[in-house]
């Protein structure tokens, strides 16, 4: 068997390589091969090479591992690809400029910016959107060597899903790519999910971790999921994308049950929160009995967590105030409720403020009462 060896090879170039092969009793016998530097590697390639020792004896074969000396830049079909050089100006050299397998970039979608910081150009070539044609060795001149970059494309397949309360919620990420050293991680905002105690005990990967899913689902399992694809060939060929995955539910609003954890009122003004969540982001409308209310100096509407209209501040208290309030957060997929009790004599809403008039009504009512009780007891 023939000893397998690496060589680097310079793009464009020819390399030689050299192996002999033996038999027991006979003379090596020397073997040279050509090959010529691949034009677009964009990853490690394994180039196979049989070499046939026809000593009627033995056919062996070799391998040779063909590295390419340009870095590898991937993108996604569809989005913006982006190519960065940093070059340092020399006097007599060219301008720098990009180039795709020697020649000048010039078309339509091709944008080429240039920024200049004392005897440094930072040089950006952006092709948006970037497709199957933009495949290929893109150079960017730098007067001393050209800064080589190796551009290939893949497709990633995603899936969204929608949530059920108890029910497995399946989200899916799939990088269509032949590179095989690519990791997939998932996240929900920017935490991995492993470390989100609420979902952690209820995660299940797939082998290659394309796709996550979530027993045992909750409303509030709902929302924007990140899938994040590193390219990981090693630290000069390492690349991260982030796809977003949606879990589409109903809304939802927490601590719902306990209305009190969501309210704060003192003698003179009642806050309410709505803690409303849900996939699309709900809208919150605010009820007096049947009235739906707007947002004014009386009823102050603002932001929650950043749900508008999250929380109701109702300022200046008095019995007229005194009632049922509802929150109710809607989007396509349904809708939830949470009411309020203001002025129930068992809370400490009842410790209104009451207006001098209907102060003295009252006054006079318990007067009545009390000397009707005497008049009894005599």
């Excluded at 090479?49 to 991937?74: G, I, M, N, R």
């Excluded at 060597?145 to 497995?168: P, W």
């Excluded at 994040?228 to 390492?238: A, C, L, Q, T």
């Excluded at 809304?251 to 929160?273: C, G, H, M, W, Y």
């Amino acid at each position: 068997m023939l000893p397998g060896r690496q060589q680097t090879i310079p793009l464009g170039h020819w390399g030689y390589l050299r192996t002999h092969a033996t038999q027991s009793g006979l003379a090596a016998h020397p073997y040279t091969f050509l090959s010529r530097g691949i034009m677009a590697a964009p990853r490690l390639l394994l180039l196979f090479v049989v070499c046939c020792a026809f000593h009627h004896y033995a056919l062996a074969t070799t391998s040779v591992s063909v590295k390419p000396l340009a870095d590898p830049v991937w993108y996604i079909q569809g989005r913006p690809l982006r190519l960065t050089c940093i070059v340092e100006d020399e006097e007599g050299t060219e301008t720098p400029n990009w180039l795709k397998e020697g020649f000048p970039v010039g078309l339509p979608k091709h944008e080429v910016s240039r920024h200049k910081n004392g005897s440094v150009t930072t040089l950006t070539l952006t092709i948006d959107p970037a497709g199957v044609d933009d495949l290929g060795l893109y150079s960017c001149q730098s007067g001393k060597a050209d800064i080589l970059k190796n551009v290939d494309m893949f497709s990633v397949f995603t899936k969204d899903s929608n949530v059920t309360e108890g029910y497995e919620t399946v989200l899916e990420c799939s990088p269509e790519s032949e590179y095989q050293l690519l990791t997939i991680a998932w996240l929900r905002d920017d935490v991995p999910l492993d470390k989100i105690p609420e979902l952690k005990d209820r995660l299940k990967y797939s082998e290659k971790n394309e796709t996550v899913s979530i027993s045992d689902s909750k409303l509030t399992d709902s929302g924007i999921y990140t899938c994040r694809i590193e390219m990981n060939g090693g630290s000069d060929m390492e690349q991260v994308f982030l796809e977003n995955i949606t879990a589409m539910g109903k809304p939802f609003i927490r601590d719902s049950e306990i209305p009190e954890k969501l309210q704060e009122v003192t003698n003179t003004s009642a806050l309410l929160k709505c803690p409303a969540g849900g996939q699309p982001p709900p809208q919150i409308f605010w009820l007096r009995g049947d009235e739906v209310l707007e947002s004014s100096p009386k009823f102050a509407m603002s932001s929650l967590d950043g749900v508008p209209s999250g929380q109701l501040n109702i300022v200046n208290l008095t019995v007229e105030d005194m009632g049922t309030y509802k929150c109710t957060a809607e989007n396509s997929r349904g809708k939830a409720t949470v009411k309020f009790e203001i002025g129930d004599p068992g809370n400490v809403n009842s410790a209104l403020t009451i207006s001098p008039g209907k102060a003295n009504s009252i006054i006079t009512l318990l007067s009545l009462i009390f000397v009707g009780i005497l008049a009894r007891e005599t």
